[in-house]
């Protein structure tokens, strides 16, 4: 058990790294579409 914690940590890690990346893309493409619905009410 001992030789596989490291593994599973780094898997953890991995995990929640990969969430918050899909997380902030998710954000970042919602602000980009508020953003564009702006525009298009400015217009």
Do not use: C, W
């Not at 918050?20 to 980009?32: E, T, W």
């Amino acid at each position: 058990m001992k030789e596989n914690l490291p593994f599973t940590y780094f898997l953890l890690r991995y995990m929640l790294g990969f969430l918050a990346v899909v997380l902030g893309y998710r954000s970042s493409i919602g602000d980009y579409h508020l953003l564009y619905d702006q525009v298009e009410i400015d217009r």
